[in-house]
């Protein structure tokens, strides 16, 4: 039990406690050891990957946004698509509400 709670023991008349307890601070450091790996991390690694991914749209890609839309990019903006979804029937995106790209073929009859 002496695990969770420190026994108290009675000090000696000689002995001062005045210095820092790096054991003290040691479970937040490795607890924000372990946000940051497991949590952090990864975020801003997926973050990054879909920023490249946006930056590298190209007019004749074939997409997926997130609201499960499939089209073919016609026009590239700083913000914003031009996605052909159907023949003669276009819809303007904002860029970043793509999730994925597909390749080249995927989508037949646009």
């Not at 031009?82 to 970043?96: L, N, P, R």
């Amino acid at each position: 039990m002496s695990f969770f709670i420190n026994d108290a023991l009675a000090q000696g008349a000689g002995e001062s406690s005045g210095g820092f307890d790096f054991t003290a601070i040691l479970p937040l450091v490795l607890m924000f050891a372990i946000f940051y790996f497991l949590l952090i991390r990864p975020q801003q690694k997926k973050a990054k990957e879909h920023k490249n991914l946006v930056a590298a749209l190209k007019k004749g890609d074939e997409i997926i946004t997130n609201g499960g839309l499939l089209a073919k990019v016609t026009d590239v903006g700083d913000n914003f698509l031009t996605c052909e979804v159907a023949d003669k029937v276009k819809v303007k995106i904002q860029s970043h509400a793509v999730s994925t790209v597909l390749p080249k073929g995927t989508i037949k009859g646009l």
